[in-house]
T-cell receptor, first 114, second 112 residues
């Protein structure tokens, strides 16, 4: 079945460091890919998305490119801030259920120190 | 977009009791989803709730333990029945947009 694998956390960075959180997926067909963020004590928020191969999603300085050849959707940010401390989830939605039922990776906790 | 309200936001319950979680959406939606997030874990889909039909449960989840109601296109409830400490989790309601899913704030359940 479909699945998502994320790099394990926690990840601890200093402010202004470069961030990469790896995400790879297994799916039949052409899924949509998402990054969701969960700030401490809050619900899930969509960070960015990509719906087809080679699409780049971006938001708040974060980027991820849908790479079909490597089945990856790695999250990057050039300069992290303390306020980026959160848990980040990579997820996919199958082509025939766009935006609905999601399969999540295990989540990666990011802690940014001043 | 969709705004989702979940109640209660948190609760502490005795083992053996049941808790019903409510999910209200500000627009009519066809499908609603219930997820569980166990401590330190990812989100796992419990079931999909369609209005006018029985919910569809994922492997490992059964209706007797997690009965779901979907009386109309803006509302759903999830009941966690005969609770044990292993049911301590965050339960989240979600709805499908055109290209993304929207989530409620979650219900943090602790079973003692």
């Amino acid at each position: 079945g479909d699945s998502v694998t994320q790099m394990e956390g926690p990840v601890t960075l200093s402010e202004e460091a470069f961030l990469t959180i790896n995400c790879t997926y297994t799916a039949t067909g052409y899924p949509s890919l998402f990054w969701y963020v969960q700030y401490p004590g809050e619900g899930l928020q969509l960070l960015l998305k990509a719906t087809k191969a080679d699409d780049k999603g971006s938001n708040k300085g974060f980027e991820a490119t849908y790479r079909k050849e490597t089945t990856s959707f790695h999250l990057e940010k050039g300069s992290v801030q303390v306020s980026d401390s959160a848990v980040y989830f990579c997820a996919l939605s199958s082509r025939y259920n766009q935006g609905g039922k999601l399969i999540f990776g295990q989540g990666t906790e990011l802690s940014v120190k001043p | 977009s969709a705004v989702i309200s979940q109640k209660p936001s948190r609760d502490i319950c005795q083992r053996g009791t049941s808790l019903t979680i409510q999910c209200q959406v500000d627009s009519q939606v066809t499908m609603m989803f219930w997820y569980r997030q166990q401590p330190g874990q990812s989100l796992t889909l419990i079931a999909t709730a369609n209005q006018g039909s029985e919910a569809t449960y994922e492997s490992g989840f059964v209706i007797d333990k997690f009965p779901i109601s979907r009386p109309n296109l803006t509302f759903s409830t999830l009941t966690v029945s005969n609770m044990s400490p292993e049911d301590s989790s965050i339960y989240l309601c979600s709805v499908a947009g055109n290209t993304e899913a929207f989530f409620g704030q979650g219900t943090r359940l602790t079973v003692v």
